[in-house]
């Protein structure tokens, strides 16, 4: 009975349980499959031996990539089970380290999960391998964004004060990845993390110390970071790393850090206090090692921005130094001293004392390989011998000039735009000059002025200028074809450029020539648009256009109503009337054919002829002589016979004189006259002889005229006032005595004396009328006008006064008026000697009273012009 009880207080083995099974499996595929496992402890088994897989290599890693591992460990990353939870993390701080993985994370968007590993009451295992993970990733560009945005630099600069070295090493590097993003360097003074990356430089380890100097390199560049290094006593700490000689292997990058904080001044001034100043000398002129006087020299350089600093030291000698180091192995030496020495020289000690030792070593480095090289011994040339002749004749006595031409060619902007800053420098003495132009420099200039930076276009314009002062260089600079990229150069948006390029125009259009290609290129209207615009204009703008205006007088009258006595009317001028800025003057041979109409009548100087005799008659010439055709013989005599009773002389008694020989017009006729003295019959055979002439080549000329390319009108009454002035006026020796005859000639060729109370009654419109219907055009040759008012005489006065050197001005009044006016020495004042008074001005009258000159700035004068 006993057995039977105790029968019934056995149980029987439940049916749903499983007995525990224990599997060893020798396949990682399986191992991840039991990644989705519910169960902790398998999940924590398979996470081991996953890392441990991990770890030993890269090609493990891919495979566990392939077998879709990643993605169910990310799960596995907010796991409850701190094991499973610190195996995941473990796995991903070692995967993170391929490129692959470190892609699909990003798209699995896991990193909120990863920073929240960084939670200060996790295990200091998981912030080791969570930061791991975060150093790793935060390589790439959008990996720090995603840190970032995520509230990762908080934590991680919180784990720098962990008392776990590896936790202290993944922390900063990841902190130094992430201030390369200029958002996250700028959060830094906000979250406090000076104080905390200054106190790694206590760690043990030199990785840690290392990292954290080059976190500050990059943090510093910003000046509010600057401030809290210094808040924080961070110089003192850089300069005991620079005393400590078994910390050597940092000296690199605690230089780099305190080169940037020498541009906050008040860093300057705790650090010249301190002596630190003195300890970079001592570290670019005693250390061997190139890196370190590389850094040396760019820390002397920042300070050296700071005169008083400059001034220091210059009192140390640091000149010695910096040549020294010019003759460095190394090119970033090279290139850091050039630099020293382009902001050293801002100190004129310094500057002088280049000019003995330096300036030779910086133009054997112009001759370098390396393009940085170059630039840097360009840019030190460009400073000492900026306003300094004596270092630029010392930089051309070192045979500088050629490798300076050559870098205008190189790729490197900087390079060419020094060059070329050495290159103006130097044009400013005329010697140099010359030799300058001798190496073909304006066809080197073409390609900076083709380039895109506005630093070089503006360096090679101002070049331009400084080389294009006689006609041989513009001659060169035209062939070249370096003319079309300046003017284009004139539309630039910027100030300099656009500045330098209207320097260099101006230079340009000091010959006639030029000036006409440039206006031919449009350089004119560019000019015209710039100076209309209040914000775009400049001197040499204004210069410049008024320049080439003095080259196209017809555009400058109506522009400006104002030619000087410099301003000499030659022929295929023509007075258009007043035109607004902007506005276009259309060309001469367009407006001849125009039909007439009830527009302004526009008036034309011109003494040439567009039809030449046939070469085999001799005795033609010379009656085209001075540019007017033979059909023009009658007008002459006619003209002739009207002068007879004026007292001048006719030009049909001697042989025609040419219009450009105003000066030699009169010992010329003399000559002349004396052959010209024939018996009565024998004149009038020769009038017969001529008027058959006349006939031939009027015929001639009809029948050539269709295949010659178009000319202005002539004007044969012009030529003849033109030769009658110079043969009569030209020989008066009193200044004021010419001017009184000239106009009185004028006013009577223009109808004569007009009094005041009579000139409504001048009817000079009708006959303005019908000489544009005779001539079936609006422009009117100004000698077949007879009769004319105001800016009618005042054109000729000024046509014919230029033609026999009387220097007079053509100046536009309203409704009609205009006048010249002219200096002359007062009488009283003649015989003088010393402290002559300026000669005063008169207006010349050649309406009321011609011959009489009136005073400006009187009422007789002001009533000439204005009533």
């Not at 907010?78 to 473990?90: L, P, W």
């Not at 390079?415 to 030799?435: D, G, H, I, K, Y």
């Not at 001005?841 to 009422?859: N, R, S």
Request: aromatic share 6%; glycine share 6%; proline share 4%.
């Amino acid at each position: 009975m006993g057995k039977e009880i105790a029968k019934e207080h056995i149980h029987p083995p439940l049916k749903n349980l499983f007995d525990p099974l224990t599997i060893e499996s020798k396949k990682v595929a399986t191992v991840v499959l039991m990644l989705n496992s519910p169960e902790e402890e398998i999940l924590a088994k398979a996470c081991e031996a996953i890392y441990k897989f991990a770890l030993k290599g890269e090609e493990n890693k891919t495979t566990l990539l392939e077998l879709g591992a990643v993605e169910p460990l990310t799960k596995l990353l907010t796991h409850e089970d701190k094991i499973v939870r610190r195996n995941a993390t473990m796995i991903f701080g070692i995967m993170a380290s391929n490129n692959d993985v470190k892609k699909l994370l990003r798209e699995l968007d896991v990193m909120n999960s990863v920073i929240a590993q960084l939670a200060p009451e996790e295990e200091v295992v998981i912030h080791e391998f969570a930061s791991l993970c975060l150093a790793n990733m935060s390589a790439e560009y959008t990996s720090k964004v995603q840190i970032f945005e995520h509230g990762g630099l908080e934590p991680l600069i919180r784990l720098l004060s962990s008392p776990d070295p590896d936790v202290k090493k993944n922390s900063i590097e990841c902190i130094y990845n992430l201030v390369q993003d200029f958002k996250c360097r700028a959060t830094l003074p906000e979250l406090n993390a000076i104080p905390p990356i200054l106190e790694l430089f206590k760690s043990e380890y030199p990785i840690i110390q290392l990292l954290a100097l080059k976190t500050l390199g990059v943090i510093t560049n910003d000046k509010a970071s600057r401030a809290m290094l210094r808040d924080n006593q961070g110089m003192d700490h850089l300069i005991k790393i620079l005393e400590a000689k078994e910390l050597n292997d940092l000296h690199i990058e605690a230089l780099s850090v305190i080169a940037n904080c020498l541009e906050d001044m008040d860093t300057m001034v705790q650090i010249q206090q301190t002596g630190g100043l003195k300890k970079l000398l001592v570290f670019a002129e005693n250390s061997t090692i190139p890196d370190i006087q590389k850094n040396a020299a760019k820390a002397i350089t920042k300070a050296a921005y700071e005169p008083e600093n400059r001034k220091f030291f210059h009192e140390q000698e640091v000149e010695k130094c910096l040549v020294t180091l010019l003759g460095s192995e190394s090119d970033g030496t090279k290139i850091a001293a050039s630099q020293a020495i382009s902001v050293m020289c801002e100190n004129s000690a310094s500057k002088e004392f280049f000019n003995h030792q330096g300036i030779p070593q910086l133009v054997q480095l112009l001759k370098s390989d390396n393009e940085e090289v170059r630039e840097a011994a360009a840019l030190a040339l460009a400073n000492l011998t900026t306003c300094n002749p004596t270092n630029a004749n010392a930089a051309a006595e070192a045979d500088g000039i050629d490798p300076l031409v050559s870098i205008l060619s190189s790729k490197r902007d900087g390079a060419v735009a020094n060059a070329a800053t050495v290159l103006t420098n130097m044009a400013t003495q005329e010697a140099l000059r010359v030799s300058i132009q001798s190496r073909d420099i304006m066809h080197a200039l073409i390609g900076p002025l083709h380039s895109a930076n506005m630093v070089v276009q503006s360096k090679a314009a101002l070049t331009i200028a400084a080389t294009a002062c006689d006609a041989e260089a513009r001659a060169e600079l035209r062939n070249s074809g370096g003319l079309e990229p300046l003017i284009e150069l004139l539309r630039s948006k910027n100030d300099e450029v656009r500045r330098h390029a209207s320097w260099a125009v101006m230079v340009c259009a000091g010959d006639e020539l030029m000036a006409a290609e440039l206006s031919r290129l449009g350089a004119l209207e560019i000019l015209e648009e710039i100076n209309l615009s209040v914000t775009r204009k400049n001197k040499f703008s204004e210069v410049a256009y008024n320049k080439l205006l003095n080259n196209h007088l017809s555009l400058k009258y109506s522009q400006t109503g104002y030619l000087s006595s410099s301003n000499i009317i030659s022929d295929g001028f023509y007075d258009y009337g007043r035109i607004n800025p902007g506005t276009k003057l259309w060309p001469l041979k367009d407006l001849c054919l125009q039909e007439p109409n009830d527009l302004r009548t526009i008036l034309l100087v011109n003494s040439k002829s567009d039809v030449s005799p046939p070469p085999s008659t001799e005795d033609k010439s010379s009656e085209v002589g001075y540019g007017r055709s033979i059909s023009s013989s009658s007008s002459l005599r006619r003209a002739s016979k009207e002068k007879a009773s004026a007292g001048f002389g006719s030009p049909t008694e001697e042989k025609s004189e040419p219009a450009s020989g105003r000066n030699t017009a009169v010992s010329r006729s003399a000559a002349k006259e004396k052959g010209s003295r024939k018996s009565k019959g024998k004149k009038e055979e020769e009038k017969q002889k001529e008027e058959e002439e006349v006939t031939v080549v009027l015929k001639w000329a009809g029948e050539g005229n269709q295949d010659k390319e178009w000319s202005p009108p002539t004007d044969p009454d012009f030529c003849a006032y033109v030769y009658e002035v110079t043969k009569s006026i030209l020989p008066i020796t009193n200044i004021r005595e010419q001017i009184e005859a000239l106009a009185k000639y004028v006013a009577e060729k223009m109808g004569g004396k007009i009094p005041k109370d009579r000139l409504q009654d001048f009817s000079w419109e009708l006959h303005i009328s019908e000489l544009k219907f005779q001539l079936k055009s609006n422009v009117v040759p100004i000698g077949q006008i007879k009769k004319g008012i105001f800016y009618h005489r005042a054109l000729l006065f000024k046509a014919l006064a230029d033609r026999i050197g009387i220097g007079c001005s053509l100046v536009r009044g309203e409704y009609g008026r205009a006048w010249n006016e002219v200096k002359l020495m007062n009488e009283s004042q003649k015989g003088v000697i010393g402290g002559l008074p300026p000669p005063e001005e008169y207006i010349v009258d050649l309406m009321f009273h011609p011959g009489v000159l009136m005073k400006l700035k009187t009422k007789e004068a002001d009533r000439y012009r204005f009533l």
